[in-house]
């Protein structure tokens, strides 16, 4: 089986603006800026053997607030930019109860079964708790980005930015168990 790391597709792949309790995802192709300084930490996971799946939750399209056509356009930028092997979308509104709607781990567990997935040794990058949450349900590694978002809920990691959270990543996946069980770090 194959580990992956899940990628939250907002703040971490592309920009947003800040509203005064969450995060204001984009609604048009104009508004849509890449974070470009993320491309090269995440390439260095995509080399070191993992796959690469942004999730993201866009309620605009049930909402009638961000046309399908729009955010397909928006998508087609990130998998032209980031070495993404797929990115998985929960459209749904928060009232819809849905099971691939984060907090919950849909996404995840649908990313597992279509990839061959091993989530126990997976890794979820995120800035916020629905991220950490979808990640403990599914047996996941949570590595969250420093942010007001992060929340009380159970979180593996928080660093100051993705290149720290990569930097983690890789030295977690240079540990090994020896015969009798003890870790010791290689490389």
């Known amino acids: 089986m194959k580990t992956a790391v899940f990628i939250e597709r907002d703040a971490i792949l592309n920009h947003v603006r800040v509203g005064p309790k969450h995060q204001i995802s984009p609604t048009s192709l104009e508004e849509f800026k890449v974070v470009a300084e993320n491309v090269e930490p995440l390439r260095q996971l995509k080399e070191a053997g993992f ?74 990058i995120s800035d916020k708790w629905q991220d950490a949450e979808a990640a403990r349900t599914a047996g996941c590694i949570s590595l969250l980005v420093k942010s007001p978002w992060v929340g009380p809920v159970h979180h593996d990691f928080v660093l100051p930015d993705v290149a720290s959270v990569v930097a983690k990543i890789l030295q977690l996946t240079r540990t090994v168990k020896t015969p009798r069980g003890h870790a010791i770090s290689v490389g």
């Open 51 to 124: 796959a690469l799946i942004a999730t993201t939750n866009q309620p605009g399209v049930s909402r009638g607030t961000l046309s399908r056509r729009e955010l397909d356009r928006m998508h087609d930028i990130l998998r032209r930019t980031f070495p993404l092997d797929d990115l998985m979308l929960c459209s749904h509104d928060e009232h819809d109860r849905c099971p691939c709607r984060k907090p919950k781990p849909g996404l995840l567990i649908e990313a597992a079964f279509k990839w061959h997935l091993d989530l126990d040794h997976s890794y979820v």
